[in-house]
């Protein structure tokens, strides 16, 4: 059964950082691109971050750039979100995704497969 398996999350003060994890459980899933979504309560979900399976193209919510990095290790099979500076309203579940077909923005997009889920949670 095809797998994503995030990791990582927890609970940080505001300015603090966290990196999530993305593992999958397969080797087919290596040649999807990845990426991060999030939700927060009473909100719907939305996109973060993407990358390309080889990492060269990757792409960014407005409310993210300069402050968070998607990265991807293929020996791992494993795609990173390092979070910087992190805020309140950074506070959500967040999702780890696959689909075949790389593009920059998610936000309208099929997704392949999903992962279960995160917390993080940034205090004030």
């Known amino acids: 059964q095809v797998q994503l398996v995030e990791s990582g999350g927890g609970f940080v003060q505001a300015g603090g950082s966290l990196r999530l994890s993305c593992a999958a459980s397969?080797?087919?899933?290596?040649?999807?691109?990845k990426g991060w979504f999030r939700q927060a309560p009473g909100k719907e979900r939305e996109f973060v971050a993407s990358?390309?399976?080889?990492?060269?193209?990757?792409g960014y919510a407005d409310s993210v750039k300069g402050r968070f990095t998607i990265s991807t290790d293929n020996a791992e099979n494993t795609v990173y979100l390092q979070m910087n500076s992190l805020k309140p309203e950074d506070t959500a579940v967040y999702y780890c995704?696959?689909?075949?077909?790389?593009?920059?923005?998610?936000?309208?997009?099929?997704?392949?497969?999903w992962g279960q889920g995160t917390q993080v949670t940034v205090s004030s």
């Open positions: 995704a696959a689909r075949q077909q790389y593009v920059h923005d998610w936000s309208h997009s099929a997704i392949d497969y």
């Open positions: 397969e080797r087919t899933l290596l040649y999807y691109a």
């Open positions: 990358i390309s399976w080889g990492g060269s193209s990757t």
